[in-house]
């Protein structure tokens, strides 16, 4: 089992930053590919960022790409999600997940049924 916990949403204006955290327990990260998500209200939850087990691979959507960019530091066991030049439409519940199906591969998955493990959610909400 592993345990998935979301840090660092708030309210913040149009046009500012955060820094999503993700930390997990139960088993070390290290291995596998992360993803990021969001679920605004009202709508499917959606595919926002994923990375490599190394952080050597990434992939965004294309709502956020140049603004959004994906880390890992898996001596901590954490990914990060750090999140600039926000707009109002970024307003959402961010989840963490992970893909536990394979192990040090380069594949980038971007449904959500590819993902094994989720946080509970943060809710990043932007203002214009």
């Known amino acids: 089992q592993i345990q998935l916990v979301e840090s660092g949403g708030g309210l913040v204006q149009a046009g500012g930053s955060l820094r999503l955290s993700c930390a997990a327990s139960g088993r070390t990260l290290s291995s596998y590919t992360m993803g990021w998500f969001r679920q605004a209200p009202g709508k499917e939850r959606e595919f926002v960022a994923a990375?490599?087990?190394?952080?050597?691979?990434?992939m965004y959507a294309d709502s956020v790409k140049g603004r959004f960019t994906a880390s890992r530091d898996n001596g901590k066991n954490t990914v990060t999600l750090q999140m600039n030049s926000l707009k109002p439409e970024d307003t959402a519940v961010y989840y963490c997940a992970v893909d536990v199906t394979y192990s040090f591969t380069n594949r980038l998955r971007v449904r959500r049924d590819q993902y094994d493990y989720w946080g509970q959610g943060t809710q990043v909400t932007v203002s214009s």
């Open positions: 990375i490599t087990w190394n952080g050597g691979d990434k």
